[in-house]
């Protein structure tokens, strides 16, 4: 069979057909697949250029931090890299596990905790061992791509799945009132805590409320909120006074921990049933100790540590007031994730933009387009860390000035 013939299964990869099918033609390492160099850190090198960088979710400074640093050290010289071989059910754990899990329920005020490798994998995991096939499943618009193929993932049915608009709570309520017209088993709403690309934080409240008033439970991704928000970083729930009515709490390491990896938490014996019907669990080699030592370590850290996510929010709250002081349009963001709408379309526009911000400006953002947001939406997606310095927000805010003078006129 030839690639060029249009029944062979090759034949779109030869087209560049797919997502990002744009941007992937240039495959330059420049606008698709950039590669930053150096320590991890609000400045790192692109392209042999020292860049201020507001691409890499270190919202609290701990990439490279000496504790983790030093216990994964120990455990490389004690265990190497791979300890403990296997599956979590066969013989991949270890009470170092344990422990860590033991650490992370009560973080999230929950009574247990089951880890993950990947945060992606996680949400999969956690939606496709709760759902059973008389139950619904209903998710934001909006949310993050896990959700959304682990809600199609979990399920056959017509209606199994469904979907409201944005923070939406007359629909979402709309929804809840026809499947419970008619029900057959459990409702699993799912919502990401604070939405990773526009910085909105979920109304948790309300979806609480409506959750209750129609006997539904709720998954919390709270991938961008833990260790940020609420007065001792446990999140999105504890910002909003609803973390004890979150049925199950779920978070990535990707993020403030800087590490890899995921949890979920919540009452003990729906934490059992997910240990035991989750197919990432029982189908994937565990996380090995050298991680869920290191992130164990690091959990200390985020809660000796309050001043780390003050001093983000002081950098959040100056960069936020002066990005809307210059009349830029940030959205409806109530977290640090700082996204800047650009009234620019087309390509070409936002390479432009893209390519002055680093090249004249030395200044690293990304941005993000379809089919990470909704078509037709272009922003630059700023996400400080508390390593950041008011003269870098000064600099990045002087940097889109021009800008947006001079894309706006070009283009
Ligand atoms: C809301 C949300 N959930 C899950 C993930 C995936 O986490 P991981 O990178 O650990 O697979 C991300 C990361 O982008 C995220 O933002």
Redesign the pocket.
Known sequence: MQASDPCDLFHKCYQKEGLFSNVREGKDNYYAQPILEGPLGPHMTFNGQKMIVWSINDYLGLAGHPEPTARAKEVLEAFGTAYPMGARLMSGFTQNHQTFEAKLAKFAQKESALLFN????G?LGVITSIMGPRDTVIIDHDS?A?IVDGAKLATTRRNQFRVFRHNDMDHLEKILKSINQDRKGGILIVT?GIY?MTGEVAPLKEICALKEKYNARLLV?D??GIGIMGATGRGTGEHLGVQDKIDLYFS???KCFAG???FVAGDKEIIEHITWNARPVIFAKNLPLIYSDSLSATLDVIEREPERREKLWEIATYMQRRFKEEGFDIGNTTSPITPVFLSISGLEAIKDAIHILREEFHIFASGVMYPVVPRGVFLLRLVPSCRHTFDDVNKTIEAFIQIKERIIKKH
Not at 118 to 121: D, K, N, P, Q, V
């Open positions: 990947y945060g992606y994998l949400v993050h896990c990401d990773g991704d991938a961008h990535t390491f990707a890899i990896g995921g």
